[in-house]
Nanobody, 125 residues
Framework: HVQLVESGGGLVQAGGSLNLSCAAT????????MGWFRQAPGKEREGIAV????????GCDDSVKGRFTISQDNAKNTVYLQMNSLKPEDTAMYYC???????????????????WGQGTQVTVS
């Protein structure tokens, strides 16, 4: 049983900030890799960042380094994506994803993750 629910998207001006949240329900004691992807209309889903629940170590795509930060609150089973200095090209649907156990693929690829949330829309004007 795995359920992922995203929240925190919205409409912001260029240069603004948003903090996305992903609340996870996982019927397992195993450690997991969780991450964020985004997809704009007509484009492929691209990996943004991943975090491993055991160590807290993270990986981020070069396109968002210095602007986006992934973090976790294990007590709440929640992963966050803090987005600063937003640009119009960041406009997309943002998805939370989970991979059971093993490792965090680097770079992350959509087929490597088996569970997905419904997404939250981010629009930067």
């Amino acid at each position: 049983h795995v359920q992922l629910v995203e929240s925190g998207g919205g409409l912001v001006q260029a240069g603004g900030s948003l903090n996305l949240s992903c609340a996870a329900t996982v019927n397992s004691n195993n450690l997991n890799c969780m991450g964020w992807f985004r997809q704009a209309p007509g484009k492929e889903r691209e990996g943004i960042a991943v975090i491993y629940s055991g160590s807290g170590l993270t990986g981020c795509d070069d396109s968002v380094k210095g602007r986006f930060t992934i973090s976790q609150d294990n007590a709440k089973n929640t992963v966050y994506l803090q987005m600063n200095s937003l640009k119009p090209e960041d406009t997309a649907m943002y998805y939370c994803t989970l991979r059971r156990g093993g490792y965090c693929p680097r770079p992350p690829r959509a087929p490597d993750f088996g569970y997905w949330g419904q997404g939250t829309q981010v629009t930067v004007s």
